[in-house]
Each structure stands twice: as structure tokens, then as C-alpha cells.
């Protein structure tokens, strides 16, 4: 069982719908991440919050818009999706505190956006 | 520019034989290096990683990797491999101190026939 939960495991959603995507972990870890996986490619990192603030924006389009209420929780914001949109959304986290060599990312199962 | 290479896009061995997946790495200096797998459906769940030290790294599942600079290469052995193995894995590398910006290679897929 992974220690990061994402939910919902499966999104459809059309162009003009918004929709939230969640991600919790209760490791204590103080750094999370989003990636993005189209099929049959390696993840993507998207966005990267450490100490509930976004310290890395790779470029991503204002359609996606990250969140981190809390050291637990990070949600992805979506409006005006593309069909090229449609990935695997990765949740991931590490401890941010401990130093490198202790701070490999923990990976969530995904969520799978399909857009219409 | 820093990268991983996975040259192999898909590997077929028998249920137990001995395993060895490639990796190649592009850095300045000795980079985080890590292995992950992925099973259909699933997130990535990390085998083991390398910062520093000895250069042949224990992980889980029975997998182990050697980093050998002179190669620049940190490949993926396991001596005999179980079919539950099946999945997609990944060679992943950051520069010293930026652990949490990984830059993923293009993957290997793993087959494992009966």
C-alpha cells in the first residue's frame, strides 16, 4: 500500500469543466510534488511545494493551478483543459528536512485524466 | 544538458534468469541516481538509490545496482527474476543538492515469460 493518497483514481472531464485532483500524506514529509505521465513516457515534474510554499513551477500552463492548504495536503487545480491534457496525474512527497541522501520521493498511484 | 539514458526500450528474459537493465547519466558532478518501478495502473515505487559511498547498492525485491563512474552508467542486476518482476522501471538522476528535482529516463519495459 503506497503512504500517499490520491484521489479521485479516475477523472473524465470535458474543456469547459473545472475539477480538483487531491493528494494527502501523513509521513510528516514537508515537500510534494506533481507530476505528469503520458502514456508510455517517464513523469514529468510539474510543480514542487516545500514548507507549504511553490518553490518550483516547470513552465506549466495556467490552466493548471497547484495548492498546498496544508504540510499534508496538495490539490491540482484544472479549468479549461485540453484533450492533450489527459495523463497520469503523479502525487509524490519526500522530508524535505532530512537531508538529500534521506529524501527520495514517495510516489501516489495517480490519478488517470481523461479530457473530452 | 544533465540527463539519464535508458537505451533499452523493452527486455524479454525467462523466470529465472538474471536481470541487467542500463542506465547512462550526463552530470557535472556525481548525481543522485535512483531506480523506480512502475506496475500497470500504479505509481512509482523506489528499488534503491545512490548518493554516495559504496558503489554497489543493496535494494528491495532482490535488486541491486553499481555505480561506475568510469562508465557513467548505474545498471540494474537482480540474479534471478520472478514474474511478478513484469513492469515498466526507471532510471532516475538529480544534481548533489537537488535531490527532489529528479529528471526520469524514457523507461524499460520488462517482460517475463514462463
Known amino acids: 500500500d503506497t503512504e500517499v493518497t490520491q484521489t479521485p483514481k479516475h477523472l473524465v472531464m470535458g474543456m469547459t469543466n473545472k475539477k480538483s485532483l487531491k493528494c494527502e500524506q501523513h509521513?510528516?514529509?514537508?515537500?510534494m510534488y506533481w507530476y505528469k505521465q503520458k502514456a508510455k513516457k517517464p513523469p514529468e515534474l510539474m510543480f514542487v511545494y516545500s514548507y507549504e510554499k511553490l518553490s518550483i513551477n516547470e513552465s506549466v500552463p495556467s490552466r493548471f493551478s497547484p495548492e498546498c492548504p496544508n504540510s499534508s495536503l496538495l490539490n491540482l487545480h484544472l479549468h479549461a483543459l485540453q484533450p492533450e491534457d489527459s495523463a497520469l496525474y503523479l502525487c509524490?512527497?519526500?522530508?524535505?528536512?532530512?537531508?538529500?541522501?534521506?529524501?527520495?520521493?514517495?510516489f501516489g498511484n495517480g490519478t488517470r485524466l481523461t479530457v473530452t | 544538458a544533465q540527463s539519464v539514458t535508458q537505451p533499452d526500450i523493452h527486455i524479454t528474459v525467462s523466470e529465472g534468469a538474471s536481470l541487467e537493465l542500463r542506465c547512462n547519466y550526463s552530470?557535472?558532478?556525481?548525481?543522485?541516481l535512483f531506480w523506480y518501478v512502475q506496475s500497470p495502473g500504479q505509481g512509482l515505487q523506489l528499488l534503491l538509490k545512490y548518493f554516495s559511498g559504496d558503489t554497489l547498492v543493496q535494494g528491495i525485491k532482490g535488486f541491486e545496482a553499481e555505480f561506475k563512474r568510469s562508465q557513467s552508467s548505474f545498471n540494474l542486476r537482480k540474479p534471478s527474476v520472478h514474474w511478478s518482476d513484469a513492469a515498466e522501471y526507471f532510471c532516475?538522476?538529480?544534481?548533489?543538492?537537488?535531490?527532489?528535482?529528479?529528471?526520469f529516463g524514457t523507461g524499460t519495459r520488462l517482460q517475463v515469460t514462463l
Open positions: 532516475a538522476g538529480a544534481n548533489t543538492g537537488t535531490a527532489s528535482k529528479l529528471t
Open positions: 509524490a512527497s519526500s522530508d524535505a528536512q532530512s537531508g538529500p541522501d534521506n529524501s527520495p520521493l514517495h
Open positions: 552530470y557535472g558532478a556525481t548525481p543522485y
Open positions: 509521513m510528516g514529509h514537508r515537500a
